[in-house]
């Protein structure tokens, strides 16, 4: 376990050839000199070539180590959010801590921000939630985000997991941040939303982050990987749905209310659960409530506890088409061969006249059966015939929004602001887990 207060590398561009970064104060080379202003960064047969407004080079090298003197930050343009998700848009971005470009093929880089791990978290805090959410459920969110993200860490040091099987017919494939090399963690909600300063923290951010710095959720002698998503759909998921088949003790599913639903066993029980409106503390409506956690881009989702999504049999095909690399033929069915106790899909049977295929995991089914991301794998699927007996529509009832494992976030808040502590709302979602202050 770490005994301190550990630097994380961020990437904030992943394999770009070219970057424009705006240096405000300034910054040391290695050499001893200091440079400010506008900068260019270019991909170079396996060196990164760095270049002033004008043009001129500045170093042509694989690695380059930029340290702020005090008060100096950088911003980075072209900086994607939410890459593939449905409210993709592009943002200027500002940054304290370090900034190092490290070439990654012969004609790529990745920028890296180099930054102490609290600091991190404050960032990632303002950016993933709003700034007037519950004081409480920031709290909970800083213990969850600062513990995956030490555990995540620890992991990566550890073997890496094979995360794709493939034969002819059988596609299972998660994908893990341990997929990265070179830094720990992406900018993206692959890892967790990074935005550096550029969303102002505000002071509920900051209280959230001191009264809790060094504190982790920790089992048996071990940091928790507290996993997090917004909303569960009413009964957490267990981790096997989504990644490899590992089940920690505090990763156990939970009904997420008071009283106590059951697992999800089989298709007539998903059935039943997806298409009711069980009463869960994901299940808000509460546009102000929500607003208060949710920054502006996600309110976009107003359906997440239960939703619905409907495609015409051709417009499903094309999808599957495009998203999978696979021509089914015409679609015949859409099987589930196994679920979790959430009811998230880890194995979907997609059966055209071409081509049969089984596919999972759960974030893998969704980005098969949509443009973007299905909002989870948490659905029943309604085959709607023709009078001439073909399949006209598929029609998808779903719950949820997000993996499911671990802490539901909407869930959280809602708790939060029903007068619940942190350490309530954690051991509601992590079964066994404790607090611990690791570092002061
Ligand atoms: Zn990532
Ligand atoms: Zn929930």
Same mark, same amino acid.
């Given at each position: 376990?770490?005994?301190?207060?550990?630097?994380?590398?961020?990437?904030?561009?992943?394999?770009?050839?070219?970057?424009?970064?705006?240096?405000?104060?300034?910054?040391?080379?290695?050499?001893?000199?200091?440079?400010?202003?506008?900068?260019?960064?270019?991909?170079? !047969? *396996?060196?990164?070539? +760095? %270049?002033?407004? $004008?043009?001129?080079?500045?170093? =042509?090298?694989? #690695? &380059? @180590? /930029?340290?702020?003197?005090?008060?100096?930050?950088?911003?980075?343009?072209?900086?994607?959010?939410?890459?593939?998700?449905?409210?993709?848009?592009?943002?200027?971005?500002?940054? !304290? *801590?370090?900034?190092? +470009? %490290?070439?990654? $093929?012969?004609?790529?880089?990745? =920028?890296?921000? #180099? &930054? @102490? /791990?609290?600091?991190?978290?404050?960032?990632?805090?303002?950016?993933?939630?709003?700034?007037?959410?519950?004081?409480?459920?920031?709290?909970?969110?800083?213990?969850?985000?600062?513990?995956?993200?030490?555990?995540?860490?620890?992991?990566?040091?550890?073997?890496?997991? =094979?995360?794709?099987?493939?034969?002819?017919?059988?596609?299972?494939?998660?994908?893990?941040?341990?997929?990265?090399?070179?830094?720990?963690?992406?900018?993206?909600?692959?890892?967790?939303?990074?935005?550096?300063?550029?969303?102002?923290?505000?002071?509920?951010?900051?209280?959230?982050?001191?009264?809790?710095?060094?504190?982790?959720?920790?089992?048996?002698?071990?940091?928790?990987?507290?996993?997090?998503?917004?909303?569960?759909?009413?009964?957490?998921?267990?981790?096997?749905?989504?990644?490899?088949?590992?089940?920690?003790?505090?990763?156990?599913?939970?009904?997420?209310?008071?009283?106590?639903?059951?697992?999800?066993?089989?298709?007539?029980?998903?059935?039943?659960?997806?298409?009711?409106?069980?009463?869960?503390?994901?299940?808000?409506?509460?546009?102000?409530?929500?607003?208060?956690?949710?920054?502006?881009?996600?309110?976009?989702?107003?359906?997440?506890?239960?939703?619905?999504?409907?495609?015409?049999?051709?417009?499903?095909?094309?999808?599957?088409?495009?998203?999978?690399?696979?021509?089914?033929?015409?679609?015949?069915?859409?099987?589930?061969?196994?679920?979790?106790?959430?009811?998230?899909?880890?194995?979907?049977?997609?059966?055209?006249?071409?081509?049969?295929?089984?596919?999972?995991?759960?974030?893998?089914?969704?980005?098969?059966?949509?443009?973007?991301?299905?909002?989870?794998?948490?659905?029943?699927?309604?085959?709607?015939?023709?009078?001439?007996?073909?399949?006209?529509?598929?029609?998808?009832?779903?719950?949820?929004?997000?993996?499911?494992?671990?802490?539901?976030?909407?869930?959280?808040?809602?708790?939060?602001?029903?007068?619940?502590?942190?350490?309530?709302?954690?051991?509601?979602?992590?079964?066994?887990?404790?607090?611990?202050?690791?570092?002061?």
């Amino acid at each position: 376990m770490i005994d301190r207060e550990p630097e994380i590398k961020v990437a904030l561009l992943q394999s770009y050839k070219e970057a424009r970064i705006a240096l405000r104060g300034r910054f040391l080379l290695p050499d001893g000199n200091a440079i400010d202003g506008r900068l260019t960064a270019l991909a170079d !047969r *396996g060196k990164v070539e +760095l %270049s002033d407004y $004008s043009g001129k080079k500045i170093l =042509l090298q694989k #690695e &380059i @180590l /930029l340290i702020p003197e005090s008060g100096a930050s950088f911003t980075v343009s072209d900086v994607k959010i939410g890459i593939d998700f449905h409210w993709q848009r592009i943002q200027e971005q500002s940054f !304290r *801590g370090n900034l190092f +470009l %490290s070439a990654c $093929s012969n004609f790529s880089f990745n =920028l890296i921000n #180099e &930054i @102490l /791990l609290e600091d991190y978290l404050e960032s990632v805090i303002s950016s993933e939630m709003s700034a007037v959410a519950p004081l409480e459920f920031l709290k909970t969110q800083a213990v969850a985000a600062r513990s995956w993200l030490v555990a995540m860490l620890a992991k990566k040091k550890a073997a890496r997991v =094979l995360s794709v099987l493939r034969t002819e017919n059988e596609i299972i494939a998660w994908q893990d941040v341990n997929d990265h090399e070179g830094y720990d963690v992406c900018a993206d909600d692959h890892c967790q939303r990074y935005q550096g300063i550029t969303r102002i923290i505000s002071k509920n951010v900051h209280e959230a982050i001191d009264e809790t710095r060094g504190i982790f959720l920790v089992h048996n002698g071990e940091i928790c990987d507290a996993r997090y998503y917004k909303s569960c759909g009413g009964q957490t998921e267990i981790f096997p749905t989504a990644w490899e088949d590992e089940s920690p003790d505090y990763l156990a599913s939970v009904s997420d209310e008071a009283g106590q639903h059951p697992p999800v066993r089989s298709e007539t029980e998903a059935r039943q659960w997806l298409k009711s409106r069980p009463a869960a503390y994901c299940d808000t409506t509460d546009k102000k409530l929500l607003s208060n956690i949710l920054p502006a881009f996600d309110q976009e989702t107003p359906d997440f506890y239960r939703w619905q999504v409907v495609y015409t049999r051709k417009e499903l095909e094309e999808v599957l088409r495009k998203k999978s690399g696979i021509d089914f033929g015409v679609l015949q069915k859409i099987e589930p061969l196994a679920r979790g106790p959430s009811g998230r899909i880890y194995r979907l049977k997609i059966e055209g006249s071409r081509k049969t295929v089984i596919v999972g995991k759960e974030l893998e089914i969704r980005r098969w059966l949509s443009e973007s991301y299905l909002l989870s794998s948490a659905f029943v699927v309604t085959a709607e015939r023709n009078t001439n007996g073909e399949i006209g529509r598929f029609i998808l009832h779903g719950g949820g929004w997000g993996h499911g494992v671990g802490l539901c976030q909407i869930g959280a808040a809602v708790m939060a602001s029903k007068g619940f502590k942190v350490e309530e709302i954690l051991m509601h979602y992590f079964t066994g887990a404790q607090l611990k202050k690791i570092y002061k």
